[in-house]
């Protein structure tokens, strides 16, 4: 055999043709059939901001974490193993797939089972975006050089089996080092949200340390982020991830103009009144953020989505400035 004869599978990665361009269910085009005009623009040139802008407009404000974390399996009455990791994310599809604008499946809780819980996090995705939710991957990824693309072709290359419409991603060695995500994401259509000011108390040390131009960290994040988003429409695909448990933080959220990611809400102390003192008049792009609260309710799936109806009410009103 020739050095380029390479047989079909060697062709394929992880199963899928390697370099085929996917449809918003992530079902290929096929070049055989020749693809619509429509199909070219939606599959090669929409962004995720527009994306996202019309999720939110058609199903609400909100995203729902899927943090299977070995406490909320027991209160399923589920076992810590790979079954009941599965049976976990199944309901979750299940119940609120085809209902919320996003979902954001923590990629750590897969991790720690292995080959075999990177395989439900690969199964989870498909099932997501077939039933047509956004995938928005919670990795909180960073690096430089070569492993930054790395990450880059692992979550937002439509020919990986981990391809997400978004990902989560830690500036901290310097917002260019994040650039070939920031490239992928906009040759393929995806997103990614960037690390700002952090829910977690810790955080404050670094992101708001004060630089020699004045600047504090985030507010550096904030203004390159911002800069990727100018004469974006409807929305930019670059977005920030601000805690909703932050406060009145001083920060100039105004030239953003991509969409908020805010975790923090429910068990971790926020309510969605809480929005408006954060984000001011920067409420508009602002993508609420709830796990615990809503996935307490289950394993029945009725509860689930009675729970993701109610803290969509209440974010419907805090965000339309209505108590």
Excluded at 192 to 217: I, K
Excluded at 241 to 264: E, I, Q, R
């Amino acid at each position: 055999m020739r050095a380029g004869d390479r047989p079909a599978a060697a062709r394929e990665r992880n199963g899928r043709p390697h370099g085929r361009r996917l449809d918003d269910d992530g079902v290929p085009v096929d070049a055989d059939r020749g693809a619509t005009p429509r199909e070219e623009r939606r599959v090669a040139m929409e962004s995720f901001g527009a994306r996202l802008h019309r999720a939110v407009a058609e199903r609400g404000p909100l995203c729902v974490g899927i943090d299977p974390h070995p406490g909320l399996l027991a209160r399923w009455g589920l076992a810590d193993d790979v079954e009941g990791l599965d049976r976990f994310s199944r309901t979750v599809v299940e119940a609120l797939g085809d209902r919320v604008a996003a979902v954001k499946p923590q990629s750590a809780f897969y991790e720690r089972f292995g080959s075999r819980g990177i395989g439900v996090l690969e199964s989870t995705i498909r099932q997501l975006r077939n039933a047509g939710a956004l995938v928005v991957l919670d990795a909180k990824r960073g690096d430089i050089g070569s492993t930054v693309s790395a990450y880059a072709s692992a979550y937002l290359d439509p020919s990986s089996p981990l391809y997400a419409d978004a990902v989560t991603a830690s500036p901290y060695l310097g917002v260019g080092s994040l650039a070939p995500m920031f490239e992928m994401a906009a040759a393929y259509g995806g997103g990614v949200f960037v690390l700002a000011l952090t829910s977690n108390p810790e955080g404050a040390a670094v992101q708001r340390a004060v630089g020699a131009d004045g600047r504090t960290v985030a507010q550096t994040v904030i203004d390159e982020i911002s800069q990727l988003n100018r004469g974006a429409e409807p929305l930019g695909s670059f977005g920030l991830v601000v805690g909703a448990t932050v406060g009145d933080t001083g920060h100039d959220l105004s030239a953003v103009n991509g969409p908020l990611l805010a975790p923090g809400l429910g068990a971790q102390g926020a309510t969605a009144a809480d929005l408006r003192t954060v984000f001011g008049p920067s409420l508009p792009a602002v993508l609420p953020s709830y796990s615990r609260e809503v996935l307490h309710a289950g394993p029945d799936t009725a509860a689930l989505r009675a729970a993701a109806e109610r803290v969509l009410a209440d974010c419907r009103a805090a965000l339309a400035g209505r108590d």
